[in-house]
């Protein structure tokens, strides 16, 4: 049902800045999240049918450094869409998991994987307080709020400190921390107007370490 609801509510495009992989896209974001609250239960906001800054440098970066991802398994946490975990099935990671709270994120994710013909593992479950085996963790702007920083930060940096390679898409947002990352790319991306007040984004692609 869940999957019926993406596809019948976006249509699938290219996206902006990683023209080689097609999302279920939405056009306007007020009037789907009004839908997806048509059942009387609160959800979040439709993050999963955009494709968000963050998100799309970490796509592009890891398309563009294949031997970043090819053959290790990767985690992309709060995967909204499942553009980041897509783009590192594609450039050849093996397995990828999609993980975020939000079920409509995991069906979008799905389905997005189904388009782009590659497998996505899609695990629904806050996993902040655990800690998971993971060659590769990828997180697209995860750093917009005090509280969701406050949880990230930490799962991010345990995981460094295990030795996984941590990459952090982040265009400016208030609560990107202000030390231990590493500057690893820049990139102008084309955003939804609708969402970011401007059309474009300088975003960075940061390595997180645990220090």
């Known amino acids: 049902m869940l999957l019926e609801f993406i596809r019948g509510n976006t249509t699938p495009a290219p996206v902006p800045f990683v023209p080689e992989i097609t999302l279920y896209q939405a056009d306007e974001p007020i009037a789907l999240w009004e839908k997806t609250e048509a059942a009387g239960v609160d959800q979040p906001p439709p993050f999963w049918a955009f494709a968000w800054a963050g998100g799309q440098a970490l796509a592009r970066h890891v398309l563009d450094h294949t031997d970043l991802v090819s053959?290790?398994?990767?985690?992309?946490?709060?995967?909204?869409?499942?553009?980041?975990?897509?783009?590192?099935?594609?450039?050849?990671?093996?397995?990828?998991?999609?993980?975020?709270?939000?079920?409509?994120?995991?069906?979008?994710a799905t389905a997005n994987a189904a388009v782009n013909n590659v497998d996505v593992e899609p695990l629904e479950a806050d996993i902040l307080d655990a800690d998971h085996e993971y060659g590769v963790i990828l997180a697209g702007d995860v750093f917009y709020s005090r509280e969701m920083a406050a949880r990230v930060l930490p799962f991010l940096r345990r995981a460094a400190g295990r030795g996984s390679l941590v990459l952090v898409g982040d265009p400016g947002r208030a609560y990107l921390p202000d030390s231990g990352l590493i500057e690893r790319a820049v990139y102008d991306i084309p955003v939804p107007v609708s969402l970011e007040?401007?059309?474009?984004?300088?975003?960075k692609v940061w390595q997180l370490v645990n220090r």
């Open 71 to 108: 053959g290790r398994s990767v985690l992309d946490l709060a995967t909204g869409s499942g553009l980041v975990a897509v783009a590192a099935a594609v450039a050849g990671a093996r397995p990828v998991t999609a993980n975020d709270i939000d079920p409509y994120s995991l069906a979008a």
């Open 197 to 203: 007040s401007v059309p474009t984004r300088r975003t």
